[in-house]
């Protein structure tokens, strides 16, 4: 019942685990970077049905790297590279990876804030950087688009990995201060 639209919209129903966050962090002992991140996610208890309601799981974000790597044969990280940084001129960042190989995905993306602020004029553009198409309108349309409500007052909804504001705004929230508002009327 789970699907990558519950992934995306913070719905799967997987009870939180923070372990690949820990597991990547250097507080860890090495002997547990051998564990199976997408494994132990999978097989965690589901405190409800998948698409019933908004919670927050960064390891989400983490299946949803796994899935794009099985699928393009490449790390999310090697994809975007190709896809997206490249044509934006962003040459200097860094992806965390899980023992498996996969690139993090909800966490551990190093980069400047200028490129930060790179991305989010694509989105603003609706996929389009100096007159070149990067990524489709639609796909942005659809990401943008409020698909669940997460609590109460913390936002106004929430899309595909995207928190949603006032007046159409927009706000890629990564961990360790990575942030990127978009105000499109400003």
């Known amino acids: ?78 994809y975007l590279d190709e896809r997206v940084f490249g ?27 200028e490129d930060l602020a790179k991305f989010g004029l694509l989105w603003l553009n609706k996929g389009v950087w100096n007159g070149h198409r990067i990524i489709g309108e639609e796909w942005i349309t659809e990401a943008t688009g409020c698909h669940i409500i997460p609590h109460e007052g913390q936002c106004n909804g929430y899309g595909y990995q995207v928190w949603l504001y006032l007046h159409d705004s927009f706000r890629f929230h990564g961990s360790r201060g990575q942030i990127m508002m978009a105000i499109p009327e400003k």
């Open 1 to 78: 019942a789970l699907t990558i639209r519950n992934l995306l919209t913070m719905s799967s129903g997987l009870k939180e685990e923070r372990l690949g966050e820990v597991i990547a962090s250097s507080i860890c002992p090495d002997d547990y970077r051998d564990f199976d991140w997408a494994g132990s996610a999978l097989s965690s208890d589901m405190v409800f049905a998948p698409g019933e309601k908004f919670y927050y799981n960064s390891m989400n974000t983490y299946l949803l790297s796994v899935i794009v790597s099985k699928v393009t044969g490449k790390t999310v990280a090697q």
């Open 87 to 113: 044509h934006l001129g962003i040459d200097e960042w860094i992806w965390e990876e899980s023992p498996q190989g996969y690139s993090a995905g909800g966490w551990g993306l190093y980069i400047k804030a």
